[in-house]
């Protein structure tokens, strides 16, 4: 069976007699009368069957034509090519950023005979629509997996670490990876610490709304990101998303330091006990720094990978009643660290903290965060905190409970298990994941009116 960028049969037929390819304007003409003018999308490969034409209207929102036999398609215009290449190889001695596509919704589409959200079958139909990222810079495109962000294990950690870092020994300028919003934080962190010595920037974006949908942030997140990737003056695993709700500006976090605080606004990605690192205005190619930077660009620097993770790492949340029977019960399946997201300044229930001191004698290391967010773990402050720096547990200063998970399985994996040691290392400033001084401003505030 011939296939035609996921179409079959006689629409194939007809699409390649009237040489049209994804990204053309076409205009589809029924026997009945209808007439409909759009552009031109890719069909999945489960559907190709269906006797279904996708265009792109021009109000921005995507159409199945039902077609037969007797159905015209004719070629209105072809799409605009970018100025520079795009490719799925990086041209020698040409300036390049890599592309790595892992899944999520940047990477979705709609099947509209089903309308189900759906991984894109080939990478390159994330640039079809989006000609206008060829011309920031010469694109290497590639996928590394497939797979939505809530079935990310940290052994895909180790997989992403690993093609990044090829990208970055083979001389890209920078690497973006599209991933899936809801555990991207997650990876974003995993990285900045299994990459070490980072020369260029590795950025992180996703999208909260497929690119079919008129509303979609997909190509305003992804042309920033691919900015970010070319210009920027750090060397940071970072997130780029939506700023505001419309598409004034992104936002460029440290990826250490950045959480999704929304489950659908476009700018659903806020800094932690930080500042954004920049400010992209991708209309006019601009990148302001705004806060602090960690690692600064230095093509001549180089990386080194230690990328395994140990996935016997668990986070435990405190909450009113929690049962020492759950700590016990990691001990005993021998898992190989624990990390608290604590009340308070890093506080959990006193009835808990004779099993947390069994796991520290059991040699698994139990790091305490604040469920909290803002502000920092102070263990001296209450008898609760000081029983709990007596059973051993390791105070994490201001990290997020996701970065102190994957810095936890990060150095239980590719570092070492010798409990003094990660104690030593989870209080060392790798990426700038531990803050030690906050500022007023660092603490959103939100109107009371």
């Known amino acids: 069976m011939e296939i035609y960028h996921g179409y079959t049969g006689f629409i194939a037929f007809k699409l390649k007699e009237a040489n049209a390819e994804p990204g053309d304007v076409i205009r589809v003409e029924n026997p009945n009368g209808e007439s409909f003018t759009g552009v031109l999308m890719p069909r999945q490969l489960l559907y190709s069957d269906k006797p279904v034409i996708v265009l792109k209207l021009s109000n921005g929102y995507n159409i199945g034509v039902k077609i037969d036999p007797n159905t015209r398609v004719l070629l209105v215009s072809k799409k605009r090519e970018p100025s520079r290449t795009i490719g799925s190889q990086p041209l020698l001695k040409k300036p390049f950023v890599s592309i790595l596509a892992t899944g999520g919704t940047i990477a979705s589409k709609v099947d509209y005979v089903t309308g189900a959200v759906t991984p894109l079958i080939d990478p390159q139909e994330l640039l079809e629509w989006a000609p206008e990222l060829g011309d920031v810079g010469f694109l290497n495109v590639r996928e590394v997996m497939k797979k939505f962000s809530e079935d990310i294990k940290p052994s895909d950690w180790e997989k992403l670490s690993l093609e990044v870092y090829r990208e970055i020994t083979s001389g890209a300028e920078g690497v973006v990876v599209a991933h899936g919003t809801d555990m991207m934080s997650y990876s974003a962190a995993a990285l900045a610490f299994s990459i070490i010595g980072k020369p260029v920037p590795i950025v992180f974006v996703g999208s909260q709304r497929s690119s079919d949908r008129p509303s979609s942030d997909s190509f305003f997140n992804l042309y920033s990101a691919v900015l970010t990737a070319f210009k920027a003056s750090f060397a940071e695993s970072v997130i780029v998303m939506h700023g505001d709700s419309s598409d004034s500006y992104a936002v460029v976090l440290r990826g250490v330091k950045a959480r999704k605080m929304h489950t659908s606004r476009r700018d659903a990605f806020q800094p932690v006990n930080d500042k954004p690192i920049a400010i992209v205005y991708p209309y006019s190619r601009e990148i302001r720094i705004v806060g602090k930077v960690f690692e600064k660009r230095d093509p001549g620097r180089e990386a080194s990978l230690r990328n395994k993770f140990d996935d016997k790492v668990a986070i435990v949340k405190a909450y009113p009643g929690l049962q020492e029977e759950i700590i016990n019960l990691l001990v005993d399946k021998k898992f190989s660290g624990i990390v608290i997201e604590g009340s308070g300044l890093g506080h959990v229930p006193n009835s808990l903290i004779d099993s947390l001191k069994r796991a520290v004698e059991n040699e698994i290391p139990v790091v305490i965060t604040s469920q909290c967010l803002f502000g920092r773990v102070n263990l001296n402050v209450y008898s609760t905190g000081r029983r709990l720096l007596e059973a051993g547990v390791i105070p994490a200063s201001d ?13 239980l994996g590719s570092v070492t298990k010798n409990l003094s040691e990660v104690r030593e290392l989870m209080l ?19 109107s009371h009116e």
């Not at 102190?404 to 990060?410: F, H, I």
């Not at 400033?429 to 939100?446: Q, S, T």
């Open 399 to 411: 990290m997020l409970p996701e970065t102190a998970y994957a810095k936890l399985s990060w150095i």
């Open 428 to 446: 060392t400033n790798f990426a700038g994941e531990i803050n030690e001084r906050h500022i007023l401003e660092l603490f959103p505030r939100w």
